[in-house]
C-alpha cells in the first residue's frame, strides 16, 4: 500500500514530510550536478507546437532537462509547467524531477516529451512575467482544441476571439475570415465565427499581452479550466472522474462537478492497489472520520493520481520544498515518492525579490512584437534630469512616435538589428533591459551595481547604449521609485499595455539611476570640504533647523505656488474653498521664507562665509529661533484653521466629480510626491520639529552658554503653542489617513465616519479552500477589513469582507493548522484563520487587535451595519471560496483591463503588500516626528565612488534629489521592511559616518558629514525600519471626533 506517515502539520494531510528543509530560494544554493557521461537526445514539444532537441547526460534527473527547457525558453516561473510523456503502457505521465530521465522514459528515439501547464493558480495575476502568462494563453488554446476546455458556445467566441486580437491584431473582417478558415481552434468552428468576429470587433486597440490577460481571465472562470479527468468509480460502481486543482480533489460526473473535497478538509491522502482513498478530518457535529474509496482502472493509473495529488497540496499549500525522507533501515513501507522543486510561495517571494531579468520573446503565431523590443528614451528637453551613466538611454526626437503608439494601445515591431536572427525555437534573450515609469527610463537595482562593477574592471569610457524599455511590472521588493523628468506627464499618459495588470502603476520599488560621474566627489576633496567648517555639534543642530526648513518651505510652496498654478487654470474649486486654503498658507509661506533666511545667513557668519570682518559672536542660533517662534505666535490664527481646510477639501472632493479628478491628478505630479492632504498637516508638524531641535540645543548648551538662554525660551513658546494645537493635530491625522485609505480601497463607500479611529494596516495570508492567499488587512476600532489586491488599473485594493470586533476572540493557532504563526480569529457571525510573515509581526497584530477588541467592548461606537457596502464573506477556512460566476455573464462583465482612472501606486498600503509588512497609527505618528533633511553621499555595493545627493526623509521613506533646489524628488526608497547597520570590516568601507541600509540582495551605503548627523539618520531610519512598543501609547490615546 502507498500510505505516508501522518504528522499534525499541514503537509501531513496528504502525506508530505514536514517542510524543513532548505528552501530551494536560499541565496548561494547551487543546482545539482549534471553527472557526466554518454549524451542522450529528448525531443520536447513546445506550447506553440515547435519542437526541440535537448541533449542530457545519460545518468542525468528529470530536473536537469526540466532546468534546460526552462533555460531555453528564459522562463523565470518554470516552476508552473512539467513535462509529460506516454509510458510503456501509452499512459500519460508527468517526469519525475528526482528520478534519472532514463529509468522513466526507455525509448527516448520514439518519444517525444510535451511542454505543458502543470499547475494553474487561482489566480493568474500571480503570474509576475508577460512570458508565463503568454504560456498559459497557448495551454488555454491547446486545451480549446483539444476539447479539455468545454464551455458554452458564447464563452467559446470570446475566447477565441481574444486569441485572434493577440495573433493578427486589431479587426478587419476581410483578415479576420482569411484567418479563421485558415485556423481551426475549435471542431466545427463554422457555426461560430460571426460571433467570433462580433467579439474581435469589440478589442481594438488591445495588445496581445492584454489579450492574455483577458484569455486567462475569462478561462479561470470555467468549471474545466485547468482540469484533466481521470477515470473511476465510486463505492456504488457509478462511473465518475476525478480530478485535481489548486483548491482540492474534485469528482466529476462527465463534465459536471458534483462534489470538492478542498485541501483543509482533507487530512491523508493514500492508496491501495486500485484505490484511492481520501481521509477526510473529523466533521465538526460527528466525532468519527469519514474515509471515501474511489476504485481505478489499474494501480498504475492509482498511483499516477496520488503523486499528482501529493505535488498539488505541496505546491500551492506548504512554505517551502518538502525535506527528503529518511531512507529505512529494513524494510521500506510505502511509497517514497515526494515534490520536488519551489512551491508557489517560493516562487512568488523570488520574482518579487527580482533575482533574475526580464527578457525579450517573440509570439510565434503572432504578427504583433512584444513591447519588450521598443526602445524607449526620455526626451533631451528637459535638462534637470541627471547626466545619464553608460546604460541610461540617450533621448531623441523618436521617442515621441513611440509614446504615441503607446497610447493607441498598439505594439512597436523590433527591427532585425534589435532582435537578431533566431531559430526555430520562439523565446530567446535580450539586451539588458531597464524599465520606463511615468515616461522615465529606470535601470533595475542588478542593472545599476552590474554597470558599476563594470566601469570598476574596465575603468575607461564606454559609448552610450540605448536601452530597451521594458513596461513590465512586477514590482522587486527592495528597488527605488524613480520620478525623474522625461516623458509625457503621468496624468496625460495612457497604462503602458505590456504592464502586469497587478501593476499598472509604477511599483514603489525600482531604482533610480543616479549615477553621474560628474557628481561623484573624491574622498580628498571632501576631506578638505569637511575641514573647512565648524565641527561643535550646535552648529550640526543649527544646520539641521536650516535643512528641514529649506524642505519645509518647498512642502508650502506645493500647496502655494503648484496647486494654486492648477487651480487656476482650472474651474473646479469653489471660491470660497480657494479663499480658504491659499489666505491660510500664504502667509505662511511669506513668513517662512523670511525665516529660512534668517537662519541661512546665520549659518555663512557661522561658518565665515560672508561677512568675516563684522565682530560679534555668531556662532549660535537660539536667539533667532527666539525672535522667530514668537513671531510665528501672531499666525497661530491660520493653524488653527488647518482643521477647517482639510474637512472642506474632503467634502467638495466627496461632492464635485471634476474636483475628486483634479485632485488625483495633481497627486500624480511629481511635485507632489506625498498625499495632497499630508501637505495641509504639514504646518503643525513642523512645530513639533522645531520642539524637537531647540529640545537637542537646550540638552547640549550648559546653563552658562551665552546661546542657552535664548533656546530655553524659544523652547518655551513652541512648546506652549505644540500644547495648544496638539489635540487638533490627532484629530486631524487620523481624518487624514481615513481619507487617504478610502482612496486605496475599492468596495466601501462609508469608511470615513465620525468616531472611526484606524490603529494598523499590513499584510497576512488568509486561510481558505485555496490554501494561504495574500490579504491586505485594515484594523480599526470597530471592525477589520481584509482585502485583496485588485486587477485594476486603479492598483486598488477590493475588499473581500469584514469583522466586526465586538465579541471577538484571538488565539494562537499554529498546531491546529500547521501554518507557522497562524492566528483564528473568531467574531459573532464568522472566523477566519490568518498567518503572518514572521513572529514579531504576529505579536504586532495580536496586542492590537487585542488592544482594538478591549476598546469597541468599552466603546458604545459606530454598528457594524455602517459597512452594509461593504461585500459579505462569510465562509469559513473549511470551506471553498471559488467565486462562480455564469459563463453568459463573461461576454458583458467589465473587464479588468478597462482604462480607469491612475492611482498611486507608491503608497504605504501598496509598499506594505509587497514588503509582507504592516505599520500602525503610532507607526505613523512617530514617523512625523521623524523627519529629517540634508545631504548624503550613496555608494552601491558594486561601486567604487561617492555620490552626493539631497535626501528628504518623510512617510518611511527617503526621496532623492540631485540638489536641495529641485522641485521634485528623482527617485525614492521605501524603507518598510529594510535593515539598518553599520558596515562590517570585510565589506571595506573605510569611511567614518556611514550606515547600510539592505533588504534581501540589495544594499545601499549612505555617509553623513559628521558624527551628530550620522546619529541623526541613523535615530530617524530605524524608526521607520523598526516598530515601536504599541501598548502603552494606544491606550492612552484619546478618541478622536469631528
Not at 534630469?385 to 546604460?391: D, E, F, L, M, T
Not at 487585542?850 to 461606537?861: F, H, R, T, V
Not at 561617492?946 to 534629489?961: A, D, G, I, R, S
Request: hydrophobic share 35%; glycine share 4%.
Amino acid at each position: 500500500m502507498g500510505e505516508t506517515e501522518q504528522r499534525p502539520t499541514a503537509g501531513s494531510r496528504l502525506g508530505a514530510q514536514e517542510n524543513a528543509g532548505i528552501s530551494t530560494l536560499e541565496h548561494g544554493q547551487k543546482p545539482p550536478m549534471t553527472p557526466p557521461g554518454k549524451l542522450v537526445s529528448i525531443k520536447i514539444q513546445m506550447l506553440d507546437d515547435t519542437q526541440e532537441t535537448f541533449d542530457i547526460p545519460q545518468r542525468a534527473p528529470g530536473k536537469v532537462l526540466h532546468d534546460a527547457v526552462c533555460n531555453h525558453l528564459n522562463l523565470v516561473e518554470g516552476d508552473y509547467f512539467g513535462l509529460e510523456f506516454p509510458d510503456h503502457k501509452k499512459m500519460m505521465v508527468w517526469l519525475d524531477l528526482l528520478k534519472p530521465v532514463m529509468k522513466q522514459i526507455r525509448r527516448p528515439k520514439h518519444v517525444v516529451v510535451k511542454f505543458v501547464v502543470k499547475f494553474f493558480p487561482p489566480d493568474h495575476a500571480q503570474l509576475q512575467e508577460e512570458l508565463t502568462r503568454y504560456l498559459f494563453a497557448l495551454q488555454v488554446k491547446q486545451d480549446l482544441a483539444q476539447g479539455r476546455l468545454t464551455c458554452n458556445d458564447t464563452s467559446t467566441a470570446l475566447l477565441i476571439s481574444h486569441i485572434v486580437q493577440s495573433e493578427i491584431g486589431d479587426f478587419d473582417e476581410t483578415i479576420d475570415r482569411e484567418h479563421l478558415a485558415k485556423n481551426k481552434y475549435i471542431p466545427q468552428q463554422e457555426a461560430l465565427e460571426d460571433k467570433i468576429m462580433e467579439f474581435h470587433r469589440s478589442h481594438t486597440g488591445q495588445t496581445p499581452a492584454e489579450s492574455d490577460f483577458q484569455l486567462l481571465e475569462i478561462a479561470r472562470r470555467l468549471e474545466m479550466y485547468g482540469i484533466r479527468l481521470h477515470p473511476a468509480k465510486d463505492r456504488e460502481g457509478t462511473k465518475i472522474n476525478l480530478a485535481v486543482a489548486n483548491t482540492g480533489i474534485l469528482v466529476f460526473q462527465g463534465h459536471t462537478k458534483i462534489n470538492a473535497f478542498n485541501w483543509a478538509k482533507v487530512r491523508k491522502l493514500s492508496f491501495k492497489r486500485k484505490r484511492f482513498l481520501i481521509k477526510l478530518r473529523p466533521d465538526v457535529n460527528s466525532s468519527f472520520q469519514d474515509t471515501l474509496e474511489f476504485l481505478m482502472a489499474s494501480r498504475d493509473f492509482c498511483k499516477s493520481f496520488w503523486k499528482i495529488c501529493v505535488e498539488h497540496h505541496a505546491f500551492f499549500r506548504l512554505f517551502e520544498e518538502p525535506k527528503p525522507k529518511p531512507k529505512p533501515v529494513l524494510f521500506s513501507r510505502g511509497s517514497s515518492f515526494r515534490f520536488s522543486g519551489r512551491t508557489q510561495k517560493q516562487v512568488l517571494d523570488y520574482v518579487k525579490e527580482g533575482g533574475h531579468k526580464k527578457v525579450q520573446f517573440e509570439r510565434k503565431h503572432s504578427k504583433i512584437q512584444s513591447i519588450r523590443s521598443l526602445t524607449a528614451q526620455p526626451s533631451e528637453q528637459h535638462t534637470e534630469v541627471p547626466k545619464q551613466s553608460p546604460s541610461f538611454a540617450c533621448g531623441d526626437d523618436n521617442d515621441t512616435a513611440a509614446v504615441q503608439s503607446c497610447r493607441q494601445g498598439k505594439e512597436m515591431k523590433a527591427s532585425p538589428k534589435d532582435t537578431g536572427q533566431h531559430k526555430s525555437h520562439s523565446l530567446k534573450k535580450s539586451p539588458k533591459e531597464g524599465k520606463r515609469v511615468d515616461g522615465a527610463v529606470v535601470s533595475t537595482v542588478e542593472e545599476e551595481e552590474e554597470a558599476a562593477k563594470d566601469r570598476m574592471q574596465q575603468n575607461r569610457p564606454q559609448s552610450q547604449q540605448p536601452s530597451t524599455g521594458s513596461l513590465t511590472g512586477s514590482p522587486h521588493l527592495s528597488e527605488l521609485s524613480i520620478n525623474s523628468q522625461g516623458g509625457p506627464s503621468v496624468a496625460n499618459m495612457s497604462l503602458s499595455p505590456n504592464l502586469s495588470p497587478d501593476a499598472k502603476q509604477p511599483s514603489p520599488l525600482i531604482s533610480p539611476l543616479l549615477n553621474d560621474p560628474s557628481c561623484i566627489r573624491t574622498d580628498d576633496e571632501e576631506e578638505v570640504k569637511r575641514k573647512r567648517f565648524p565641527t561643535e555639534k550646535a552648529y550640526f543642530i543649527a544646520k539641521e533647523a536650516a535643512t528641514t526648513e529649506r524642505t519645509y518651505l518647498k512642502d508650502l510652496e506645493v500647496i502655494t505656488s503648484w496647486l494654486q498654478s492648477a487651480v487656476s487654470q482650472e474651474d473646479c474649486m469653489p471660491e470660497t474653498l480657494k479663499n480658504l486654503i491659499f489666505s491660510n498658507f500664504e502667509p505662511l509661506h511669506k513668513f517662512h521664507a523670511g525665516f529660512l533666511k534668517e537662519i541661512e545667513q546665520r549659518l555663512a557668519l557661522w561658518e565665515g562665509r560672508s561677512n568675516a570682518h563684522i565682530k560679534g559672536d555668531y556662532q549660535r542660533i537660539g536667539d533667532v529661533m527666539l525672535k522667530n517662534i514668537q513671531s510665528m505666535k501672531q499666525l497661530t490664527i491660520h493653524l488653527w484653521k488647518h482643521n477647517e481646510i482639510l474637512m472642506e477639501l474632503e467634502n467638495g472632493i466627496k461632492n464635485s466629480r471634476k474636483l475628486e479628478t483634479f485632485c488625483r491628478d495633481f497627486e500624480l505630479q511629481k511635485v507632489c510626491y506625498l498625499p495632497l492632504n499630508t501637505f495641509l498637516l504639514r504646518p503643525l508638524h513642523r512645530l513639533m520639529h522645531y520642539k524637537q531641535i531647540m529640545e537637542r540645543l537646550c540638552k547640549h548648551y550648559p546653563p552658562s552658554h551665552i546661546d542657552f538662554r535664548d533656546s530655553r525660551a524659544a523652547l518655551a513658546e513652541v512648546s506652549e503653542m505644540v500644547a495648544q494645537l496638539h489635540g487638533n493635530m490627532i484629530k486631524m491625522e487620523n481624518f487624514q489617513k481615513l481619507h487617504e485609505l478610502k482612496k486605496d480601497l475599492i468596495g466601501i463607500d462609508n469608511l470615513v465616519i465620525p468616531g472611526r479611529e484606524f490603529i494598523r494596516l499590513g499584510s497576512l495570508s488568509k486561510l481558505s479552500g485555496k490554501g494561504l492567499q495574500q490579504r491586505m488587512f485594515f484594523l480599526f476600532n470597530d471592525i477589520l477589513l481584509y482585502t485583496s489586491r485588485g486587477l485594476t488599473a486603479s492598483n486598488q485594493f477590493k475588499v473581500h469582507g469584514h469583522l466586526p470586533l465586538y465579541g471577538m476572540t484571538i488565539e494562537e493557532s499554529e498546531e491546529e493548522w500547521g501554518v507557522p504563526h497562524c492566528l483564528t480569529l473568531r467574531g459573532q457571525h464568522q472566523s477566519i484563520v490568518v498567518a503572518a510573515s514572521t513572529r514579531s509581526e504576529m505579536d504586532k497584530w495580536t496586542e492590537d487587535i487585542q488592544m482594538a477588541i478591549d476598546l469597541a467592548e468599552k466603546s458604545s461606537g459606530p454598528a457594524p451595519e455602517l459597512l452594509a457596502s461593504s461585500p459579505p464573506d462569510n465562509k469559513s477556512p473549511d470551506e471553498t471560496t471559488v467565486d462562480q460566476e455564469s459563463e453568459d455573464d463573461l461576454s458583458a462583465s467589465r473587464t479588468s483591463l478597462e482604462r480607469q482612472s491612475p492611482h498611486r501606486g507608491n503608497t504605504t498600503v501598496h509598499v506594505c503588500w509587497h514588503r509582507n509588512t504592516s505599520v500602525s497609527m503610532i507607526d505613523f505618528s512617530i514617523a512625523v516626528e521623524n523627519q529629517l533633511s540634508g545631504n548624503l553621499l550613496r555608494k552601491f555595493k558594486n561601486s567604487n565612488g561617492w555620490q552626493k545627493l539631497w535626501v528628504v526623509f518623510t512617510n518611511f521613506c527617503m526621496f532623492f534629489y540631485k540638489s536641495h533646489q529641485d522641485n521634485h524628488p528623482l527617485a525614492s526608497l521605501p524603507l518598510l521592511g529594510y535593515s539598518l547597520t553599520i558596515p562590517s570590516e570585510s565589506e571595506n568601507i573605510h569611511k567614518d559616518y556611514v550606515f547600510k541600509l539592505h533588504f534581501k540582495s540589495h544594499v545601499y551605503y549612505f555617509r553623513a558629514e559628521s558624527e551628530y548627523t550620522f546619529e541623526r539618520w541613523m535615530e530617524v531610519i530605524r524608526s521607520a525600519t523598526s516598530s515601536a512598543s504599541r501598548t502603552q501609547a494606544l491606550s492612552h490615546k484619546e478618541p478622536h471626533a469631528y
